[in-house]
């Protein structure tokens, strides 16, 4: 069956970074767009950031993120990729991985989450 399995996250001081995999399987992951969605307590789940098919292919960031995160893939290695510098406390929230088939298509796969915890 697919499996998206999220690691990475922690505890993480104002400034610091942390890098999120997300390391799929059971499916054909180059067909797939993949993003990150985070969730904060009592808060909706948003998109941070989304990469279409190709290891070099076309992101998309929250404004909340730009010029923070970097999403990136390796298809060889069926992972994707959340590279968050300069974070801050309002960053804190549970990161999902998803993978979505088409151009506007909802998520037809999620990850379990990882936990980021960024203290003041």
């Known amino acids: 069956q697919v499996q998206l399995v999220e690691s990475g996250g922690g505890l993480v001081q104002s400034g610091g970074s942390l890098r999120l995999s997300c390391a799929a399987s059971?499916?054909?992951?180059?067909?797939?767009?993949m993003g990150w969605f985070r969730q904060a307590p009592g808060k909706e789940r948003e998109l941070v950031a989304r990469?279409?098919?190709?290891?070099?292919?076309?992101?998309y960031y929250a404004d909340s993120v730009k010029g923070r995160f970097t999403i990136s893939r390796d298809n060889a290695k069926n992972t994707v990729y959340l590279q968050m510098n300069n974070l801050r406390p309002e960053d804190t929230a549970v990161y999902y991985c998803?993978?979505?088939?088409?151009?506007?298509?909802?998520?037809?796969?999620w990850g379990q989450g990882t936990q980021v915890t960024v203290s003041s």
């Open positions: 059971g499916l054909l992951f180059s067909w797939y767009r």
């Open positions: 990469i279409s098919w190709s290891d070099d292919g076309v992101t």
């Open positions: 998803a993978a979505a088939l088409g151009v506007g298509d909802r998520p037809a796969y």
